[in-house]
């Protein structure tokens, strides 16, 4: 039996399916995780959902911020952006089942000393608090009214986590520190804007990972999001989104060993 952490599919079902068969990937004994953003982009979001439902039982994964740009796009609260691939999904027959099973899926998963989130932890988070905050969240996404989170998921405030934040604002920055977080400042400001490479990371900031006397140092997590960062490993980060959909590699780590398989970009993942 073997685990494997898996980077951002972001829909490239077909170098996905290239990586599972380099692994050997066996589900009636193997698992998965993945790090969240297993659609939009490339072409084949459809098919790694089915995928991902098909196989729950060897899986478990992460939400993204593709993953709930899907579902809001699917109830109208955001049109499509240019560059989505959701199309398929919405066409479906079986799309919002697909969709409703997606939005039952956590924020954060933490086994033993190993923690997956899709971005990152604020600094000022220890583990713990973390799985509390990502509960909140999750407990408003799986209720019959959690359409209205939906309406109000997307904006750029608050920047800093505070224990008293009430209501939306603190919903908001808690999925946005899950699903978005890249770099922030010492005290845990964040810059939404930043996608960039390390070397170029705006004066006063630094990687959320980076900040010194963050509470979370000493726990092992795995994360992706960041695909100019590429494979990174240390300071026990395991950053694994290695940017297969701009024509990178598709990344998976094997949690018992540590050992990372790669599988390069298929063309026919993009349009």
């Known amino acids: 039996m073997a685990t494997y952490a898996i980077g951002d599919i972001q829909g490239c079902f077909y170098a996905f399916q290239a990586l599972l068969e380099k692994l050997r ?23 790694m959902l089915r995928w991902c439902v098909t196989h729950e039982h060897a899986i478990q994964v992460v939400l993204g911020n593709h993953d709930l740009h899907a579902i809001a796009v699917a109830h109208n609260i955001r049109p499509p952006h240019r560059s989505d691939t959701l199309r398929p999904i919405l ?11 997606l939005r039952h899926q956590p924020l954060i998963i933490v086994e033993d ?5 899709h971005a990152g932890l604020l600094p000022q988070w220890t583990i713990n608090q973390a799985i509390t905050y990502a509960a909140e969240v999750e407990a408003v996404l799986r209720r019959d009214d959690y359409v209205q989170f939906l309406q109000h998921m997307y904006g750029n405030q608050p920047v800093i986590w505070q224990d008293d934040l009430q209501g939306m ?3 908001r920055l ?5 699903t978005r977080l890249r770099v922030c400042d010492v005290h845990g400001e964040l810059d939404y804007s930043f996608k960039g490479e390390l070397a170029d990371i705006p004066a006063g900031f630094m990687p959320w ?24 490993q240390q300071h026990n980060i395991h950053a694994l989104d290695t940017g297969c959909l701009w024509g990178g590699q598709l990344t998976a780590m094997c949690l018992e060993t540590r050992a990372i398989t790669q599988v390069n970009f298929d063309p026919r993942d993009k349009d």
């Open 91 to 101: 066409e479906a027959s079986d799309g919002m089942q697909l969709l409703e099973w």
């Open 174 to 178: 808690i999925t946005n520190a899950f």
């Open 209 to 232: 990972f980076q900040v010194p006397n963050r509470l979370s140092q000493t726990s092992t997590i795995i994360c992706g999001h960041w695909s100019a960062l590429g494979l990174y």
């Open 113 to 117: 000393d190993i923690t997956m989130v």
């Open 25 to 47: 990937f066996n589900p009636s004994h193997d698992r998965l995780w993945l790090v969240g953003d297993m659609i939009n982009r490339g072409t084949g979001s459809l098919e």
């Open 169 to 171: 604002d603190r919903l």
